[in-house]
């Protein structure tokens, strides 16, 4: 049985794309907010630069391109299922979940290494805003792996498909966000 | 779904994720010139880039219907609105005819902190 909202549209498009686009509407207003302050805070406050300079260059770096690469899979995803490969594109989630793992080990190694290192959320403004923008970055990835699991799943049996490219555009997202994030907190020291 | 006979677009996908990883190289690399300038280009304006070939490759936006880039450009003008609404309060700390006190004692007292943090950390890693 369909939800409703799959088999109407009030705006000539998929209802659940529209929804996705909402989505990250309002996505754009957290994290561009969160990452709009920390610039502010950032610019008068030059000793911030020192704090920077203890993360991890070739760590971001790994976790950019894990996450660029887990963006291609999802893509693919996508064009397999517009081919009519649910299969192939169950598998290609799955190597995107995959890549969603991954970054969130490695980021959990990182900062396991910089709270050892004396480094926490409380230590200074940095550190409150890297903590807190890579903290709700990471559990969009965590939220992002749990959708597409279950797209995943519905996709190798042929059911709601449309949902393979509403998963990726959510995917993509997050990427985006990293994308922004890469510089501000890893190449700006 | 869309209605027309879909092409395979891998090696469209795949020669834009090249692209990615070659900017992801070049935004590394640049700041290690150590010029300010050559650092917010590679840095800040190869993300705009990247941001915007996944976007446009990956994300379809550009193929959406226009109020979707309407919604979009709407939240994005909300939150540059937030920026400069606030920024001139957060970032400055005096003016021709006010000061922060209560801003710039802690941040005297925090910068010589900050300073001998920095001191300390150095002369720990040398």
Redesign the interface.
């Known amino acids: 049985m369909q939800p409703i909202a799959t088999t109407r549209s009030s ?3 998929l209802t659940g794309r ?1 929804g996705v ?2 989505v ?3 996505e ?2 957290i994290f ?2 969160l990452l ?2 920390y ?3 950032r ?2 406050h030059a ?1 911030w630069a ?2 920077a300079s203890y993360t991890s ?1 070739p760590i971001g ?1 790994f976790n ?2 894990v996450l ?2 887990s ?2 899979s ?3 995803a996508h ?1 397999a299922m ?2 009519g490969d649910g299969k192939k594109a169950a598998r290609l989630l799955h190597y995107t979940i995959a890549g969603g793992g991954l970054f969130l080990c490695v980021k959990a190694y990182e900062w396991a290494g910089e709270i050892s290192e004396g480094f926490t959320i409380s230590s ?1 403004g940095f550190w409150s805003f890297y903590y807190t923008a890579t903290g709700i970055h990471a559990m969009h990835v965590i939220a992002g792996m749990i959708l597409m699991a279950i797209v995943a799943r519905d996709a190798a049996k042929g059911l709601n ?2 949902r393979v490219e509403l998963v ?2 959510y995917w ?2 997050v ?2 966000v990293w ?2 994030l ?2 501000l907190v890893y ?3 | 779904m869309s209605e027309h006979v879909h092409e395979d677009h891998t090696k469209h996908y795949v020669t834009i994720w090249v692209i990615l990883l070659v900017l992801l190289a070049i935004s590394v690399m640049g700041p290690e010139l150590n010029i300010k300038i050559v650092t917010l280009i590679t840095a800040f304006g190869v993300a705009v880039v990247k941001a915007w070939l996944v976007a446009k490759n990956f994300m379809h936006v550009n193929v959406q219907p226009r109020y979707v880039l309407y919604l979009l450009g709407t939240c994005l003008a909300f939150m540059l609105l937030f920026f400069t609404g606030v920024a001139p309060d957060v970032m400055k700390h005096d003016g021709n005819n006010w000061i922060k006190p209560e801003v710039q004692i802690p941040l005297s007292r925090g910068a010589a902190h900050e300073a001998e943090e920095a001191a300390l950390h150095s002369g720990e890693h040398h």
């Open positions: 705006a000539g498009i529209l686009w909402w990250l509407a309002s754009i207003v561009g907010g709009a302050s610039i502010m805070l610019i008068s000793a020192v704090e260059t770096t950019t391109f660029l690469t963006s291609l999802a893509v693919l064009n517009e081919l200074s498909v449309h990726g555009i993509h997202f990427d985006l994308i922004f890469f510089p190449i700006a020291k």
